[in-house]
């Protein structure tokens, strides 16, 4: 890996396009390079962790209003189309609207994978998209290896960024990173030169920036939907950029670009790592799913509470705890502790994507149920359960600066994401406890494989696809980098004609 050093610049610098950073990603994503083995796997184990999410959220309010909307926008004469998940396999729309529909499914439950740095990642959120295009342009040829390509790029530029450059510091959404990696793993998958790439990533960055409020105070079903939107807005930067079609430039760098204005100014820089030529893209595998519907820093506190409650179940019970401190990192403590200030991560009338961001909530199930499910936990009448919200409005977080440099820490070995646990029982007694990382997380106590992606996916799947539909995708997903043009329209499923008549279908405008 290479480090380059990015700042902002005045215009009378006239900074040459070769050592602006949009360039630098067009030129990673351009150069094609063999994937190992390794990466190879985990792409498809990720491809099926994604729709297994979207199987389970298939009649959900969100998912079910984007692919409505996705729905009236036919497949144009310019390629075969895509799918949208749930529907059968001759059902085409645009692709854009595709990678909006599938974007949404995908990130409802906040349920796939996630990598934490200097931002916030879903990089999961680049398949999408990056599916979308290919399956379109499966009439020009495109095959599995181009898509496998396509993802690599796509999580390598976007976990390359998060290392490097926060935007919640800025109170900018952790999408803006997800417009130009989406748009530079579509680059890769077409065979486009860096030209073009170059284009497609600054009119993506440069759409997708937006504020936080997505996730913060009462969250809404938007922040299903922010990252799906930079997933077709990639789309369409690049259909632009084929066009001929240019972007602001230098996009991240300009005098009145994305690093002056929006990010730290003219007094700050970044050190961004990117592959040197050659170099296999590798960055996926630093990245990690999820086990359980919640929000990634809370994905070790609910193993901790599930340990907890079969072998010290007293901490479950409101009538003998007065207080539980989680102690944690700065960003756990901040965006889905008490840190946070949001007086609804303690109501129990809050939204699920707001339970979804509560760890003290989060906690109190899982320490009360000895488990965590993505429908029951979420229940209003399991958050109004009056033990679960005496117990939950005693547990506060604290940030604990071991834990913040462990969270920071570029050593997978000490890299963390959980933290220690206090219990003061009414009777005065002290417990106290520690988990660093979850057991799903690779170096956890049961670190996610094949197997268990697999059964993920059966399981979510459940009752809602067909059990042999569900094995015909597990069989095309495990064949991924060998798909012909013509197979990558079966990298999909379709629902029961049950649960599609069950599912809503809301009106709108369109």
Do not use: C
Request: glycine share 8%; hydrophobic share 40%.
């Amino acid at each position: 890996m290479k480090t380059w050093t990015v700042r902002a610049h005045t215009s009378a610098e006239a900074l040459p396009r070769g050592e602006q950073l949009a360039w630098r990603l067009a030129e990673v994503a351009a150069e094609q390079v063999p994937v190992d083995a390794d990466v190879e796997d985990m792409v498809i184990n990720r491809v099926i962790d994604n729709a297994a999410v979207a199987a389970a959220s298939y009649a959900r309010s969100a998912p079910a209003a984007a692919r409505a909307q996705a729905l009236a926008h036919g497949a144009s004469s310019g390629g075969a189309g895509a799918i949208v998940f749930g529907e059968p396999l001759a059902t085409r729309v645009s692709a854009e609207w595709a990678a909006w529909a599938n974007g949404v499914a995908v990130r409802e439950l906040d349920y796939h994978d996630t990598f934490l740095a200097e931002e916030y990642s879903h990089p999961g959120d680049n398949i999408p998209p990056i599916l979308a295009a290919a399956q379109h342009a499966a009439a020009r040829g495109i095959t599995g290896a181009d898509l496998l390509r396509g993802i690599v790029t796509g999580y390598e530029i976007q976990i390359d960024l998060v290392k490097a450059i926060s935007l919640h510091r800025h109170k900018i959404d952790h999408v803006a990173h997800l417009g130009p990696s989406a748009a530079a793993g579509i680059g890769t998958m077409l065979g486009l030169g860096p030209e073009v790439i170059f284009q497609a990533v600054g009119q993506a960055l440069h759409t997708t920036t937006a504020t936080r409020q997505s996730r913060k105070g009462e969250i809404s079903s938007w922040k299903a939907h922010a990252p799906a939107l930079a997933g077709k807005l990639a789309v369409e930067a690049v259909d632009r950029a084929m066009r001929g079609q240019t972007s602001p430039t230098p996009i991240y760098e300009g005098e009145d670009g994305v690093i002056a204005w929006l990010l730290g100014g003219f007094d700050a820089s970044y050190e961004v790592p990117l592959p040197e030529p050659g170099e296999p893209r590798r960055a996926i595998l630093d990245s990690y799913t999820k086990e359980h519907s919640a929000e990634y820093q809370s994905q070790a506190w609910i193993d901790l509470a599930r340990r907890l409650h079969g072998s010290h179940p007293e901490v479950g019970d409101p009538a003998r705890v007065e207080r539980i401190v989680l102690a944690t990192s700065h960003h756990t403590h901040f965006v889905i502790g008490s840190g946070a200030g949001d007086p609804e991560k303690y109501s129990p009338e809050a939204s699920r994507e707001t339970l979804d961001h509560s760890l003290p909530y989060i906690f109190t199930v899982a320490l009360q149920d000895g488990a965590f499910d993505h429908e029951s936990s979420y229940l209003p009448a399991r958050a109004a359960r009056p033990d679960t919200v005496a117990l939950w409005r005693r547990i506060v977080t604290t940030e604990d600066p071991e834990w913040t440099r462990r969270y920071h820490s570029n050593d997978p070995a000490e890299k963390a994401f959980g933290g220690s646990i206090e219990v003061t029982f009414t009777d005065g007694s002290v417990f106290r406890d520690e988990i660093a990382v979850a057991d799903a997380h690779p170096l956890g106590a049961r670190p996610f494989a094949r197997a268990d992606y697999v059964r993920k996916f059966r399981t979510l799947a459940s009752g809602v696809l067909e059990d042999a539909e569900a094995e015909r995708f597990l069989d095309v997903a495990q064949r991924l980098p060998s798909l012909t043009a013509e197979e990558l329209g079966r990298l999909t499923f379709t629902v029961t004609d049950a649960v599609r008549a069950s599912a809503p279908a809301p009106a709108g405008l369109l």
